[in-house]
């Protein structure tokens, strides 16, 4: 079976709601990223065969092209065709699986993948507009507040994880601790330029030519005792704050993967080689949980274990959710999230799977490591994870 590599990757800086990227639309930050990313890896885009791009919830004018709009606004030949993938929260590190199975059944040779999302312009709906009202009220449907409520279970995503925390027994302190480690280690990883190292800039077509360079989501200043004041945001009684879950973010992320004998080819040395990949379904009342199963199954096709993993990345959806999967995997907190996580970085859905395999493949070099995994819990109940190992080693 061929070897799987990376070459390198992109981001954006990711954007608050509501914030700098608010108008740029998905489409856009995603060619952004995407040129970023073939730039960095030596690689034309005429001689990309394949492009795919994870998106959620579709927003802005022409959503239902996204995969293939990146592609041809990027540069790639019209006869390179085009994937857009969902697999809510896991659908940036989805495109990558669907790179690495392009690639292995010879179906191409160099694949853009990765994800974008500008959760700012998802939008409101009124399902009875097209065909007329009759007389009375009516409903407009918040869709970003109706994607989050998993309509099998009817309980939302932050339900899911006062689940966690009650099943596991994680108190909002440990949740609150968690999250400030997240603001600082991200405020760290910022001032240090560690994070500049995955970004591309974003130049905003405005009168004052503003040009986004950093996350904006981040509060490196965050203190317990602040954190500790806000109330429970979704469950009476409950611990899940607006300051230990991930934001709503504007933002994407792309990486370019080929074959180790295509990479030797080309004279193009990789970032990374990918040892597994793997995919796993839980309760949905639970969803938080998924990284476990198909993070023990990913190491497990890799033949390796959590111990020998240098660096993990885990999405912080919420801090709930970590702080049960570190338990369960029993992580060593050190090698995890060690930039920071969504909670600060932010989760813009369709990009973040692509951005935590980013992050780690650039701290395995830096820290010149070998292996690293990486994984996302994902709504309705699934998890997805994949394990790396620095190419240079």
């Known amino acids: 079976m061929k070897e799987i590599v990376i070459l390198q990757g992109a981001r954006t800086p990711f954007g608050r709601f509501g914030g700098g990227l608010k108008d740029v639309p998905a489409i856009q ?3 952004t990223a995407v040129k970023e990313a073939l730039l960095r890896s030596q690689v034309e885009a005429a001689q990309v065969d394949h492009i795919v791009m994870g998106n959620v919830v579709q927003s802005g004018p022409d959503p239902i092209y996204l995969a293939r709009h990146v592609g041809i606004y990027s540069g790639m030949p019209i006869e390179s ?17 669907q790179a690495a199975h392009l690639i292995q ?7 853009v993948s990765g994800g974008t999302e500008n959760m700012s312009q998802i939008p409101y709906v009124m399902p009875q507009a097209r065909w007329g009202y009759r007389m009375g ?4 449907l918040d869709l970003m507040t109706t994607s989050l409520i998993d309509g099998y279970t009817g309980q939302g995503m932050a339900i899911t994880a006062e689940n966690l925390a009650e099943k596991y027994e994680i108190s909002r302190e ?4 968690f999250s400030v480690r997240s603001q600082q280690l991200a405020g760290q990883a910022q001032q240090s330029g560690r994070l500049a190292k995955e970004i591309v800039p974003v130049a905003l077509n405005d009168k004052k030519q503003t040009v986004i360079e950093h996350d904006e989501h981040m509060r490196p200043e965050t203190t317990l005792e602040q954190l500790a004041k806000l109330k429970p945001a979704f469950k009476a009684g409950g611990s899940v704050t607006a300051g230990n879950a991930s934001g709503i973010n504007d933002g994407a992320a792309a990486v370019i993967v080929t074959s180790a004998d ?3 080819q080309m004279g193009v040395k990789p970032l990374a080689r990918i040892k597994s990949w793997a995919s796993a379904g839980v309760p949905p009342e639970i969803m938080g949980f998924g990284p476990v199963p198909a993070s023990r199954k990913a190491l497990e096709r890799a033949g390796l274990t959590i111990d020998q993993m240098d660096i993990v990345e885990i999405n912080e959806a919420f801090a709930a959710q970590y702080l049960a999967v570190e338990k369960a995997l029993e992580l060593n907190r050190d090698k995890v999230n060690v930039n920071g996580g969504a909670i600060a970085i932010g989760h813009p859905l369709g990009a973040s799977g692509a951005r935590v395999l980013l992050s780690a493949m650039l701290e395995l070099q830096a820290r010149q490591q070998r292996y690293a995994l990486v994984s996302l819990c994902i709504g309705g109940g699934q998890g997805i994870a994949m394990v790396i190992e620095n190419a240079a080693l």
Not at 105 to 111: H, K, P
Not at 137 to 140: R, W
Not at 174 to 177: E, F, G, I, L, V
């Open 174 to 177: 440990a949740q609150d601790q």
């Open 105 to 111: 059944m010879d179906e191409a040779e160099i694949v």
């Open 29 to 31: 930050l995603g060619v």
């Open 262 to 264: 295509k990479a030797a």
């Open 81 to 97: 065709p085009a994937l857009t993938v969902n697999r809510l929260c896991g659908s940036g590190l989805e495109a990558v699986v």
């Open 137 to 140: 009220n009516s409903q407009v």
